[in-house]
């Protein structure tokens, strides 16, 4: 029975020692408790362990490039007040365009409605409002893009307007409006096919 016993507490510590060198951190922790008889007679039982040290490993350095994610760009806002000391009609030139526009035209439709004796008041009317017209044809980007029916445009209005305020008939207005017209592409074809 006795002999049995040591046996089994031989094995368990020859276990323990092969857990020891496999694990070191829990041979660390292992404690062996109890008694064992010991009986030289019977058996002879040593027990050797050997235990394998590794040196520690060295790290292994990539040299390889890391990749460096990209720089935000940040934006700011800032409010900034600035004083505009333009006039009211460098701020709009349209406006400007079509009062420079109106003024001529009533100048030109008085005139015109003195000498056919349709009424001063009426032509002036009449011109200003066709004059505010060619204003605003002449100062239009559009128009700008195209200065040959900028011209045409431009003709057609003071034609009609100068015949509107000189005759009180449909046909005349029609008659002036096309002799205008006719003048404003001529205008346009010479100054701009060279």
């Given at each position: 029975?006795?002999?049995?016993?040591?046996?089994?507490?031989?094995?368990?510590?020859?276990?323990?020692?092969?857990?020891?060198?496999?694990?070191?951190?829990?041979?660390?922790?292992?404690?062996?408790?109890?008694?064992?008889?010991?009986?030289?007679?019977?058996?002879?039982?040593?027990?050797?362990?050997?235990?394998?040290?590794?040196?520690?490993?060295?790290?292994?350095?990539?040299?390889?490039?890391?990749?460096?994610?990209?720089?935000?760009?940040?934006?700011?806002?800032?409010?900034?007040?600035?004083?505009?000391?333009?006039?009211?009609?460098?701020?709009?030139?349209?406006?400007?365009?079509?009062?420079?526009?109106?003024?001529?035209?009533?100048?030109?439709?008085?005139?015109?409605?003195?000498?056919?004796?349709?009424g001063v008041l009426r032509g002036g009317a009449i011109g200003?409002?066709?004059?505010?017209?060619?204003?605003?044809?002449?100062?239009?980007?559009?128009?700008?893009?195209?200065?040959?029916?900028?011209?045409?445009?431009?003709?057609?209005?003071?034609?009609?307007?100068?015949?509107?305020?000189?005759?009180?008939?449909?046909?005349?207005?029609?008659?002036?409006?096309?002799?205008?017209?006719?003048?404003?592409?001529?205008?346009?074809?010479?100054?701009?096919?060279?």
């Open positions: 029975m006795k002999r049995q016993t040591f046996k089994g507490v031989i094995a368990s510590a020859s276990c323990l020692l092969s857990l020891q060198a496999a694990v070191p951190a829990i041979a660390q922790t292992t404690m062996l408790m109890g008694s064992a008889t010991h009986n030289t007679a019977a058996t002879k039982a040593t027990t050797t362990s050997s235990v394998r040290l590794t040196p520690p490993q060295t790290p292994r350095y990539d040299y390889r490039p890391v990749a460096q994610p990209a720089p935000r760009t940040v934006y700011q806002t800032r409010t900034v007040y600035v004083k505009d000391n333009r006039t009211y009609f460098q701020r709009h030139p349209k406006v400007k365009a079509a009062t420079i526009g109106a003024g001529v035209g009533a100048g030109a439709g008085a005139l015109t409605g003195l000498v056919t004796g349709r200003a409002g066709t004059g505010a017209g060619v204003g605003l044809v002449r100062s239009s980007t559009t128009m700008k893009r195209h200065p040959i029916i900028r011209d045409v445009a431009t003709g057609t209005l003071v034609g009609g307007g100068l015949g509107w305020a000189g005759s009180r008939r449909r046909g005349t207005i029609a008659k002036t409006a096309g002799v205008g017209a006719a003048l404003g592409l001529g205008v346009g074809l010479f100054k701009h096919l060279q």
